[in-house]
């Protein structure tokens, strides 16, 4: 379909005109201004759908299903990488649910508002309650809603630390691959729905108003991850223009990998901070919602994930290599921990810091999964000794000596006289029984808690109204505030499932 709609040059840059009241650092605005001004001519569309979903991800692809489901049936995905699922399809995708049927035949008593304060407290209650709340009570009926569109998960329930109760499940065949590919089955198969890679998101077209009528993409896009900035310096691609009757739903994900961008908001975490997110998790299509007037949350915040879970950091020594001192107590939160050691990490030319264990330490592991991953991995080493394990890790062994002995002797006594740590809930293990081991303490950044701010349908906020941006809609990673300080484990499936089915539900109604 080509149609030859066009809209007044006025109107259109009257659209463009609103963005300079935004009000945000140059570095953040400059892409999206450019684009808009650049733009002199009247739109002419090349086709028209009723909804276009931006990202192949858990919450694009349920946002899809849904929308179709709910009558737009001429919806499209659009993904710019060649690969569709983006970090969904590398996750575990661990998913916490209220009220799930294991639950039920467990008789484990669960509601949305223990889940919703569970999450809060996690997150320091910096989140919006409103949505944690709204996501929690939405759990519920996604799941069976979920399994019907052919999602298995193990008949057990895992508990895991900040939960008050055992409520996540997990999938089979593969964690995110293991519920993408059948959520994209049906949504191909069944629903006839159409997916298209290699196509980027560039821009979105406002009216006068500030509506939403349509965006800008690149067709035949090729991104490349060698460049410093894909975002900007990639010219890639056939421009064409997408009207939308009814909306956009954005569902981009967040912006670990966007080392320039999260520079700005992170200063510590340099680029040798590794992540685990897909590599096309840049910025680009944030700035352009922040260019279109979208209100953001929290985007100074992020999630680290260590080699091994972060409880059983507690049961050894964390030690800067150069000194062999510890520098924080190992049982702090993973985002304090993290913190500090991306700031010994300034100091010491990009070391990593190591955790020392002897064999007590070990046995106390409650992961003996991903223990014995990171001993065959090579990820943590044994030695027979300190001095092997100084040696082997080139840390300082008069330094580490000194660290070890007092270490030990406050474990003895109950008390860390340095950080506090209550070493005696923690059986006053000590490091100093045979054989020892050795792990590098790396915080993989894994998730980025901020994004556009949304109410309770998914519609993106508008930053000078405070009210929502007719046919915006965004669902997962892109969005912030649900979380707060420390996003929960085992919540950012529930998230893309319960706000991808609103967006596509609320968007099909527009």
Known sequence: MNEKIKQSRRAFLKGGLALSAVGLAPAVLAPAVQAKSDDNSAIVWDETFEVVVVGSGLAGTCAAIRAKENGAKNTIIIEKMPVLGGTSAISGLNFSVVNSHLQTAQGIK??????????????????????????????????????????????????????????TLYPVNGGGKGILRPLRRFYTQDLQGEIRRRVKFDK?????????????????????????????????????????????VMAVGGYSRDVEFR?????????YIPTTTHRGATAGALKTLVAAGAQTVHL????????????DLQWGALVDPKTGQRFISEKNNRQVVAEAICNIMDRNEGRFPLNIY??????????????????????????????????????????????????????????????????????????????????????????????????ENAQVI?????????????????????FGRIRLTACSCPDAFAFGVIAGEQVAKA
């Not at 010219?235 to 009814?246: A, E």
């Not at 992020?302 to 409880?311: G, L, Q, V």
Request: charged share 25%; glycine share 10%; aromatic share 8%.
């Open 110 to 167: 669960d509601s949305a508002a223990l889940f919703a304060e569970d999450i809060s407290k996690a997150g320091g209650y910096q989140n919006h309650r409103d949505l944690t709340l709204k996501m929690a009570d939405t759990t519920t009926r996604v799941l069976p809603w979920a399994i019907e569109r052919g999602c298995r998960f193990h008949d057990k329930l895992k508990s895991l630390g900040g939960h008050s109760v055992p409520r």
């Open 204 to 248: 979105l077209h406002l009216n006068a108003q500030g509506e939403v009528m349509g965006i800008q993409v690149r067709e035949q896009y090729f991104f490349d991850p060698n460049l410093g900035n894909d975002d900007r310096e990639n010219t890639t691609g056939t421009i064409k223009h997408y009207r939308v009757t009814k909306g956009v």
């Open 263 to 271: 520079a700005m908001e992170f200063p510590n975490i340099r680029d």
């Open 300 to 311: 100074s915040l992020m999630r680290f994930a260590f080699d091994i879970p972060t409880e």
């Open 358 to 455: 002897d064999q007590d330490g070990i046995d106390n592991f409650h992961d003996k999964q991903r223990l014995h991953l990171a001993l065959e991995e090579g990820m943590m080493v044994k030695y027979d000794s300190i001095e092997a394990l100084a040696n082997g890790e080139g840390i300082d062994l008069t330094g580490l000596n000194a660290t070890l002995k007092r270490y030990n002797e406050d474990a003895l006594a109950g008390k860390d006289s340095q950080f506090g740590k209550d070493m005696a809930a923690l059986k006053q293990v000590s490091v100093k029984r045979a054989p020892f081991y050795a792990i590098k303490a790396r915080p993989k950044f894994n998730y980025t808690q901020g994004g556009v701010l949304i109410n």
């Open 462 to 482: 508008n930053r000078d109204t405070a009210q929502p941006i007719k046919g915006l809609y965004a669902c997962g990673e892109a969005t912030g505030g649900l």
